[in-house]
């Protein structure tokens, strides 16, 4: 009888346990949830696209490690629908209703800077994704940049376009600043005009465009009447297009034309494109030469190169693959190392560690750039169609700057790189 007592004793207390284990309330069976808003719709969602995919590849990679502090890892997330004023709410809802236990930012400047007031609000860490000067305002010590435009954000996209325009001879004598009227178009134009006074540029003109703007032929022309030496953009993919195919039509050849093109270094943007690429100075995230081929990159990209296809995506991924991936990366090695989702805890441990990740080894400063930057300002040429095979060789992709990545000199002027 009491063997018998005692072997029921020890399976009641099995079941019990092993209920409690599976119960609802029982945190270590739950997922860690990361939250997010991505424009998978609208203006942005050729990028928002690619850089879910890569978030994806991330989460799939952490949970067949078991996940973090051993629980699995999943990511929630809304379309943002490329639309700055649904980014509040859909913050709000991850945080007060879906009770995500982390959260990174939306693609872009634009969609990022509204969704700080909330996130600030209820004390989390973030990391942005390309956005650009966005805690130049808010001084929040739990953000962190997933950029590699450096300490300096806004300066650097003109920095090295006209330390490379300044080195040539003759050296160009006046410049045209052209960009939207949005948040990061305009952070970049203002850190232009400083640079350019800088390098003893006249400015003959600057003005900003509607981003609703749909024609840029007569933009185009406004400047060519100016007759500067450099046409300098802060662009967005639509407009970038757009203003490409106007200087083409219309012919315009300035001795240097580019700046911060955003969506020209989309592969799926430059094979539209195609020859009309050649001569602009734009910039790259990544290409596949030696220097930046960071432990797990290859594989990374290999891999979202195979589902790419059937997706309808960016066939390479090159620009935002290994942004995307290291965004959620950083976290994740940030949970691990604390052994906590603790959001002090977290940051004190981003502001005071390297974190390595598929983009190469990171630091941050106070405000949560990049200790350094990494920016590559480039050259396209040498395009003779909208084919994938144009865009996967570096050779077509000039490296002017920075120094340790260069891999060549600018065609100047801008008309002998069209030819």
Avoid: C
């Amino acid at each position: 009888m009491v063997a018998r007592l005692r072997r029921r004793w020890v399976a009641a207390s099995v079941a019990f346990f092993a209920a409690a284990l599976l119960s609802p309330g029982t945190k270590a069976a739950d997922p860690i949830k990361l939250g997010f808003s991505m424009s998978l719709t609208g203006s942005l969602a050729n990028t928002g696209r690619v850089a879910l995919a890569a978030q994806k590849l991330w989460e799939s990679d952490i949970n067949a490690k078991g996940g973090l502090l051993g629980r699995p890892v999943k990511l929630v997330y809304y379309d943002d629908q490329s639309s700055p004023a649904n980014v509040p709410a859909i913050y709000t809802k991850l945080l007060d209703i879906d009770k995500v236990d982390l959260v990174v930012s939306p693609y872009s400047t634009v969609q990022t800077a509204p969704a700080m007031a909330t996130v600030m609000e209820h004390g989390m860490v973030i990391v942005g994704l390309s956005a650009i000067n966005i805690n130049s305002k808010f001084h929040y010590n739990k953000y962190f940049s997933m950029t590699n435009a450096g300490p300096h954000p806004a300066d650097v996209f003109s920095e090295g376009f006209l330390a490379v325009a300044m080195r040539q001879n003759p050296k160009p004598k006046t410049i045209a600043l052209l960009g939207a009227d949005i948040e990061f178009s305009q952070g970049v134009l203002a850190a232009a005009r400083k640079n350019a006074t800088a390098a003893g540029l006249k400015i003959v003109y600057d003005k900003a465009y509607p981003p609703s703007t749909a024609d840029y032929a007569p933009i185009i022309r406004a400047v060519q009447a100016t007759d500067p030496d450099i046409l300098y953009l802060a662009s967005y993919p639509q407009d970038s297009v757009g203003i490409l195919r106007a200087v083409s039509e219309i012919g315009y050849r300035p001795k240097m034309f580019g700046g911060a093109t955003v969506g020209l270094n989309n592969v799926s943007i430059k094979m539209q494109l195609g020859a009309l690429l050649n001569g602009v100075v734009g910039y790259e995230n990544w290409i596949p030469v030696p220097t930046l081929m960071f432990p797990g990159i290859e594989d990374v990209l290999k891999r979202y190169q195979a589902e790419a296809k059937s997706e309808g995506l960016d066939p390479l991924g090159y620009s935002m693959v290994p942004t995307a991936y290291a965004q959620v990366q950083l976290l994740g090695e940030a949970v691990k190392a604390t052994g906590s989702l603790d959001q002090d805890k977290i940051a004190a441990y981003l502001h005071g560690h390297t974190v390595k990740t598929v983009w190469g080894d990171m630091t941050f400063g106070p405000d949560g750039e990049w200790n350094e930057g990494r920016l590559l300002v480039v050259q396209y040429h040498g395009i003779t169609a909208k084919s994938l095979d144009q865009f996967t060789d570096p050779a077509r992709m000039t490296v002017l700057a920075p120094a340790q990545y260069k891999s060549g000199n600018l065609i100047y002027p801008f008309a002998a790189a069209v030819k």
